[in-house]
């Protein structure tokens, strides 16, 4: 069972555009708890998905939140093969492969993918729905933690290469990183090539590295600003004392931007004014555009 900004994010929605679709169309029906709080279970999530891709495709959703999931399903398979090559069923072949350790199958599709799709449709249709059902398949136990890894070992490499393509040089540039125990780095990935995408120059440092290293780097380089991801609710006490002493060896004036799971919380117990939660590629993409505009004016 997932709470409001869960069950959004694993749907790629934003909370208000969530409790939008329920309270003006009905959308979904969700769970109650002893306090009256909504929880979403597996199965609605994957409904606000399909609902998702489809008003991506131009379908209202005053259209959509009335029908069941087989048409919603119906509907998505007309579309699968418009363009690049039923690229739609992609994300899906390639976890299926992976929950029968096909290694080679995901390998060969998604290296496929990167040579021959535009990067904007690579991210759109491929990456960001793979991050999004490997979030699923990870929250409701059909993704093994050795598939997970597997996943992200072969996404690193691949996309990775994305970046090493065409190297942006100028500065300054976008920092991309984790801080100490936070190994996972799907969400940081996607977010770098949604940087990269936007024009950013990109340095993707990995994952686990200390806050006074990373501060480190960002002065010497000058960096416009600094992207975390931090994912795993264990780690949010460490990762609250690694957020202060970055603000404090960080240079004036550089933001930090924090994605994933724990973002929303490390940014309003902090209460650091350089510090913002960023919760979608949409708001990345608009932090990206005001630093460059800024940049330029200088």
């Known amino acids: 069972m997932f709470p409001v900004k869960a ?4 749907s790629g929605l934003t909370p208000e555009t969530l409790r939008a679709w329920e309270r003006r169309h009905a959308a979904v029906a969700p769970h109650r708890d002893g306090r009256g709080r909504r929880l979403y279970d597996a199965a609605m999530v994957e409904r606000l998905g399909r609902l998702h891709r489809l008003t991506d495709r131009g379908h209202p959703i005053r ?4 029908l069941e999931d087989a048409a919603l399903d119906r509907l998505l398979e007309e579309s699968r093969h418009a363009g690049y090559g039923g690229v739609e069923t992609l994300p899906e ?8 350790y096909r290694v080679d199958v995901f390998d060969r599709d998604l290296s496929v993918a990167i040579a021959t799709l535009p990067l904007t449709v690579l991210m759109a249709r491929v990456v960001t729905p793979l991050l999004r059902e490997v979030g699923v398949r990870w929250a409701d136990g059909r993704l093994a933690i050795a598939q997970e890894r597997l996943i992200s070992s072969l996404l690193r490499a691949r996309l990775l290469s994305v970046l090493n393509q065409h190297p942006r040089e100028r500065r300054p540039r976008v920092l991309f990183a984790t801080l100490p125990g936070e190994p996972h780095e799907l969400g940081l990935l996607g977010a770098a090539l949604h940087a990269y995408e936007g024009g950013a120059p990109v340095l993707y440092l990995g994952t686990e590295l200390p806050a006074v290293e990373l501060a480190r780097v ?5 960096a416009a600003a600094v992207a975390l991801s931090s994912v795993d609710p264990g780690q949010a006490p460490a990762a609250l004392a690694e957020l202060r002493c970055l603000d404090a060896e ?3 004036g550089v933001p930090v931007w924090l994605g994933g799971a724990n973002a929303r919380y490390l940014a309003e117990e902090l209460q650091i004014e350089r510090l913002q939660a960023v919760t979608d590629p949409a708001a990345l993409t608009r932090l990206i555009k005001g630093r460059t505009l800024a940049e330029g004016a200088r």
């Not at 259209?63 to 009335?66: I, M, Q």
């Not at 960002?218 to 000058?222: M, P």
């Open 7 to 10: 069950a959004a994010e694993l």
């Open 218 to 222: 960002a002065n010497r380089l000058a």
């Open 93 to 100: 072949r390639m976890l299926d492969a992976i929950a029968d």
């Open 250 to 252: 960080l240079a004036p």
């Open 63 to 66: 259209d959509l939140a009335g």
